[in-house]
């Protein structure tokens, strides 16, 4: 495998995670809160199927953000949401230094993500957007085209 030495890992010791518990709100409003929290600068939003007391079904919001937007975040999930509070934890966070390369297939160029650990490609993965066009444009199965990049940016990746 290639090395990559530009591709820093970073450790972010400023990072906090926010968790809001729900069960009254319409499940359709999910995607639109996400997509304002990521808007206002969230690092990662997820939404977690859970039962609530007396059997309720309800779903948990997780916010992960820099301890510098913790105002925007609370602004948006108050006005957006249901919820009458909202927890806190701290943590640190590690990741990987990344690359986006290009890989080119018989139905044209795809971009791949390729995480960084030490300098060396530990993980990596087609970018769904470039697959999905391509599976469309060619009429051919999604999965074909995954695994087609797959292999080509493993291929490439042992020739360096």
């Known amino acids: 495998m290639a090395s990559f030495n530009h591709a820093e890992e970073h450790v972010d010791p400023d990072m906090i995670v926010l968790q809001a518990n729900l069960d009254d709100m319409n499940p359709e409003h999910s995607s639109y809160v996400m997509d304002r929290l990521f808007e206002a600068g969230a690092n990662d939003v997820y939404w977690i199927p859970i039962i609530m007391k007396k059997g309720r079904p309800g779903m948990m919001l997780n916010v992960l953000v820099s301890e510098t937007k913790l105002g925007q975040m609370e602004a948006i999930i108050f006005r957006e949401t249901t919820t009458l509070g909202i927890r806190y934890q701290k943590c640190t966070v590690h990741r990987l230094g990344r690359v ?31 697959c999905e066009r391509i599976a469309r444009q060619a009429g051919v199965p999604l999965k074909q085209v995954y695994e087609e990049v797959r292999r080509k940016y493993a291929e490439q990746q042992g020739a360096q």
């Open 100 to 130: 986006m390369e290009q890989v080119e297939t018989i139905w044209g160029s795809v971009t791949v993500k390729a995480g960084i650990y030490e300098g060396e490609v530990v993980q990596f993965a087609p970018e769904f957007a470039d």
